[in-house]
Nanobody, 124 residues
Framework: QVQLVESGGGAVQAGGSLRLSCAAS????????MGWFRQAPGEEREFVAA????????YYADSVKGRFTISRDNIQNTVYLQMNSLKHEDTAVYYC?????????????????WGRGTQVTVSS
């Protein structure tokens, strides 16, 4: 089992940047595919980005491609989401997730563990 704790959220103006972090504890961090999802009020939780176990492969939602970067540090047991050129529509609670599946996926049902989320608010 793994415990996930997100941090780094906050309020920022459109065009600004934030870096989210997700610290993991428990089983070996490098065993997990890691992903970021987000959920805006009244909306379904949606995929943002995912990264393979050793960080060699990344996968992004079209809405964030070119603006967001996912990375991981398997020594620090942390996954990051660098968010640049933020837009008002990026406003949401951002969740970190971990999965034992064999490959990256944008399907939230395939992720086994979730953090509690961190709020990101982008003002226009």
């Amino acid at each position: 089992q793994v415990q996930l704790v997100e941090s780094g959220g906050g309020a920022v103006q459109a065009g600004g940047s934030l870096r989210l972090s997700c610290a993991a504890s428990g089983r070996t961090f490098a065993s997990y595919i890691m992903g970021w999802f987000r959920q805006a009020p009244g909306e379904e939780r949606e995929f943002v980005a995912a990264i393979t176990r050793i960080g060699g492969g990344t996968y992004y939602a079209d809405s964030v491609k070119g603006r967001f970067t996912i990375s991981r540090d398997n020594i620090q047991n942390t996954v990051y989401l660098q968010m640049n050129s933020l837009k008002h529509e990026d406003t949401a609670v951002y969740y970190c997730a971990a999965a034992l599946m064999s490959g990256v996926s944008n399907d939230k049902s395939r992720y086994d563990y979730w953090g509690r989320g961190t709020q990101v608010t982008v003002s226009s």
